[in-house]
């Protein structure tokens, strides 16, 4: 397998490359193509993939004269977002084959910037918790994370630059810790969300799964009409919080933190220590009640027509949801509420906060996606999150730290993984796919 | 024309009706049809409807040997959301005929209770300011408002029973306010917005166009999970806020709300006035930022690729959008936040706020859908609203008041406005569009 295929290379390395007039946008996709066809049959990262329409999109670029910032950039959607020209199948037999008018605004904003849409990948059943069949890139007995799956495998093993996600609980920082990428989840709201499929719509968020802090810049630049970043003139001010969970995390994930937070000290950040109010601790039961509500809803055409396709783990949740009264379900809303009121004087004059992003590795098993609490109550507070893979655990396989900022701080946030990056990442090489073949 | 078409009847009626065996839901829907070939002609507030297909809904219905709480009512739903048994065309050319896999969650939650959906009602292109080809049903010659126009001007004709409307500025009360209808816009993310198209997603929400509250109460109950309403034990504790646009209403919207305001006092209502804090003048520049750089977003596959089947209208808005700068866009949101954080202490012990819904009767002519100012900066605070068809203008048209509760507190909202419908509304009767034939 060679290694300087066109297919590793960087979404900035690409757009630039292809400015430059150093390769073309067909040859990305052929490389990738190669090395979908290499790999897939084993990680399963696609749910839909037509080479040819790949290849049609990047000769149409090859043959235009302007470049847009993503151009030749291949971008893996997934499959719950929709784009005109491919199917949007949810991770269901219910939508086999669905075909949508249009493209979701975030396909649409990234065409237009000069991407190649290259494919869907596999999302879990409609973005939830019932695992699909990727298996991780980097030990095919453990599970990818999700519900993100498809997209941070496929970035994960050099089939992609780029993946889209969406996180309502943890579905893109957990599936790019455990398969070793750069997981962004942005404000909510930042990036429009037209065209996805809702899980729970007051935490919902479309995300990018990506090899570098720089190209999670790039290509949410895009989606949200930020400028790109500058870099920071001086190190951030970080505040280390080992959360309320922090008993649950594995040794190697707390040593993750702990030794982050010392070499990112040594290096000139100013470091100080949060605790989370205790009011905090209503974020957990906050999801058991929000949740389930609002899939019940999103889910509703579904459970009318559909019932029986629908796996029985997404059954429960649905019932479980029709039952709550919606005065729980207000209260839950007032109470994750008065936490986001509550961050700006918790995270004080920080930048960003340093906290743990999983409970450790990818765990054996495909039955499971993983442990979702240390990704989850981030989303629930509507702040921006990152995760970088910065360290292994003791079988070898990636823990991402995880890098938050307030709400709308996502240039702070940004520009902070990016100094954090230098001095974790960018030394150390990745933890990539195949230095562990299977 | 009959008077005692069971068009006639309120949802709630109907509902009870079918539920008693009075009639059937084949009846209502032949009354309903009956009416919409007799004008709609004229009004012109539907953009599909198949009169088998609507026939058949009803038919499988009364097979049933149980009702559910909407039990044969009809509804009229607004071509921007998602329907898999109709088209959804976005009151816009690029759409025509344009069918979708799903029914949207709202739609499928009023099904599953029994629902008709009678058809799908005119809205302006893409839920936006550009009128499309609705009439005022109380005068042809003027504008029924927008967007929500084709479901505000059918329930005020008695073609159907209830319509859905969404609101980003005043899509649903100013409509409901020009036709005579009560249009209710609830807590913001209150009804899941799955498949329908966003305008500006940081303020869209589903509402409903009905002739009663009782039917406000009975649609979104079934929609929201909420609870039926228990009538208030008392009178509301009501504020007046004249708000910082009074000047801007003409003299039959101000005088709408200080007789409403005299005759609540009278009936027993502790009222006081409330003044918005000065910083609420930052709502009017923030809508003018926010809403086009969302509307760019949410229609860049139409831009991508039709964009010469835009109107010119929403051309310019979408080329203002892009040109936004992000920076802007996040003071902005910023900006109106903190004014959604204001509105506890702004409302204090009031159970609701009581202010103008428009600047007046419906104004002659269809080139515009009216002023939407009234209505937009509740919009923007993401609280519920209701407006009520209490008064009438000069030329002996509809004047709604408007009626606003803090975030969640729908049940209180709802409850009040039947506290106020009963003393301001039933017993004048209503303003209905056949008095005034055309």
């Given at each position: 397998?060679?290694?300087?295929?066109?297919?590793?290379?960087?979404?900035?390395?690409?757009?630039?490359?292809?400015?430059?007039?150093?390769?073309?946008?067909?040859?990305?996709?052929?490389?990738?193509?190669?090395?979908?066809?290499?790999?897939?049959?084993?990680?399963k990262a696609w749910a839909y993939l037509d080479p040819d329409l790949a290849l049609k999109q990047a000769r149409a670029l090859d043959g235009k004269n302007e470049n847009g910032p993503l151009a030749g950039v291949p971008i893996g959607v997934k499959d719950v977002i929709d784009?005109?020209?491919?199917?949007?199948?949810?991770?269901?037999?219910?939508?086999?084959?669905?075909?949508?008018?249009?493209?979701?605004?975030?396909?649409?904003?990234?065409?237009?910037?000069?991407?190649?849409?290259?494919?869907?990948?596999?999302?879990?059943?409609?973005?939830?918790?019932?695992?699909?069949?990727?298996?991780?890139?980097?030990?095919?007995?453990?599970?990818?994370?999700?519900?993100?799956?498809?997209?941070?495998?496929?970035?994960?093993?050099?089939?992609?630059?780029?993946?889209?996600?969406?996180?309502?609980?943890?579905?893109?920082?957990?599936?790019?810790?455990?398969?070793?990428?750069?997981?962004?989840?942005?404000?909510?709201?930042?990036?429009?969300?037209?065209?996805?499929?809702?899980?729970?719509?007051?935490?919902?968020?479309?995300?990018?799964?990506?090899?570098?802090?720089?190209?999670?810049?790039?290509?949410?630049?895009?989606?949200?009409?930020?400028?790109?970043?500058?870099?920071?003139?001086?190190?951030?001010?970080?505040?280390?919080?080992?959360?309320?969970?922090?008993e649950a995390a594995l040794p190697e994930s707390k040593q993750a933190i702990e030794e982050a937070a010392q070499r990112l000290r040594l290096a000139g950040a100013s470091f100080r220590e949060i605790h989370l109010p205790g009011s905090f601790s209503a974020l957990q039961e906050?999801?058991?009640?929000?949740?389930?509500?609002?899939?019940?809803?999103?889910?509703?055409h579904e459970w009318n027509t559909n019932r029986t396709a629908i796996s029985a783990g997404l059954t429960a949740q649905i019932e479980q949801g029709l039952s709550i009264p919606f005065d729980r379900y207000i209260q839950s809303l007032q109470r994750v509420k008065q936490c986001?009121?509550?961050?700006?004087?918790?995270?004080?004059?920080?930048?960003?906060?340093?906290?743990?992003?999983?409970?450790?590795?990818?765990?054996?098993?495909?039955?499971?996606?993983?442990?979702?609490?240390?990704?989850?109550?981030?989303?629930?507070?509507?702040?921006?999150?990152?995760?970088?893979?910065?360290?292994?655990?003791?079988?070898?396989?990636?823990?991402?730290?995880?890098?938050?900022?307030?709400?709308?701080?996502?240039?702070?946030?940004?520009?902070?993984?990016?100094?954090?990056?230098?001095?974790?990442?960018?030394?150390?090489?990745?933890?990539?796919?195949?230095?562990?073949?299977?």
């Open positions: 397998m060679s290694n300087t295929g066109l297919n590793r290379l960087s979404a900035c390395e690409i757009a630039d490359g292809i400015a430059h007039r150093k390769f073309s946008a067909e040859e990305v996709v052929r490389d990738c193509l190669e090395r979908i066809d290499a790999r897939d049959r084993q990680v784009t005109f020209d491919m199917p949007t199948d949810m991770g269901s037999p219910i939508y086999r084959g669905n075909r949508t008018f249009a493209d979701a605004p975030s396909v649409a904003l990234a065409r237009r910037a000069g991407a190649v849409i290259l494919g869907k990948t596999v999302t879990c059943e409609f973005a939830g918790l019932t695992p699909n069949l990727t298996r991780n890139p980097h030990d095919p007995e453990r599970t990818p994370g999700g519900s993100s799956s498809g997209s941070a495998a496929a970035v994960a093993d050099f089939m992609t630059a780029a993946g889209y996600g969406t996180q309502t609980g943890g579905s893109v920082l957990r599936p790019a810790s455990f398969c070793g990428v750069v997981g962004y989840k942005p404000s909510y709201n930042l990036i429009s969300r037209g065209g996805m499929k809702f899980a729970a719509e007051s935490r919902d968020t479309i995300g990018v799964l990506v090899r570098t802090v720089e190209d999670a810049d790039l290509l949410s630049s895009v989606l949200t009409g930020r400028p790109r970043l500058r870099a920071r003139s001086g190190a951030p001010k970080i505040a280390l919080c080992r959360t309320h969970l922090w906050a999801r058991t009640v929000i949740n389930p509500y609002e899939r019940a809803r999103a889910l509703a986001r009121d509550e961050i700006p004087a918790v995270f004080g004059d920080a930048d960003v906060v340093l906290a743990p992003c999983v409970t450790g590795e990818a765990p054996l098993g495909l039955q499971s996606t993983g442990d979702t609490r240390f990704q989850e109550f981030w989303t629930a507070l509507h702040v921006p999150a990152i995760t970088l893979p910065s360290h292994k655990g003791p079988n070898g396989l990636p823990i991402g730290i995880q890098l938050v900022a307030r709400i709308y701080d996502d240039e702070n946030l940004l520009a902070s993984a990016q100094w954090v990056w230098q001095r974790l990442v960018a030394q150390k090489g990745f933890l990539h796919a195949d230095q562990q073949q299977f």
